[in-house]
């Protein structure tokens, strides 16, 4: 009976692309992870978060302490640009996947911030 309901949802998908809202990556993104919970799949992806969770967690009170160090108008301009660094591992950039995978090279945010292309500057307050 689900997969009935998915073949549906598919169709009516295919059809027009807005029949449930508008169409981005996000609500791509969202439907994969409904349907894989659905038809019980594991999550492929399981492992590396839990590796990568641990990684960042094992740097955050660092982070945090640098950042309690700095004034307020440069914290507020420091978040922003690690965030949107941060933004770059979750859409999984290639060349970002490419420097986590090289275990020769010392990778995080700093080096994320400093690795952006040139078109990307303009999004960002101030880049060291």
Known sequence: MKCTST???VKVCL???SAYGHLTV???LDTIEHYL???DFPDPYLTQKREENQAALALLQ???ND???LPFKERQETLVRHVLAGNMFDWGAKEVAQLLEDKTVEFGFSQALAA????YRQYFLVLP
Do not use: G, M, W
Not at 116 to 119: Q, R
């Open 37 to 39: 919970k659905e038809f």
């Open 67 to 69: 950042l309690d160090q």
């Open 62 to 64: 660092a982070t945090l």
């Open 7 to 9: 073949y549906h949802v």
């Open 116 to 119: 952006l292309p040139s078109k």
């Open 26 to 28: 996000r609500s791509l």
């Open 15 to 17: 059809a027009s692309c």
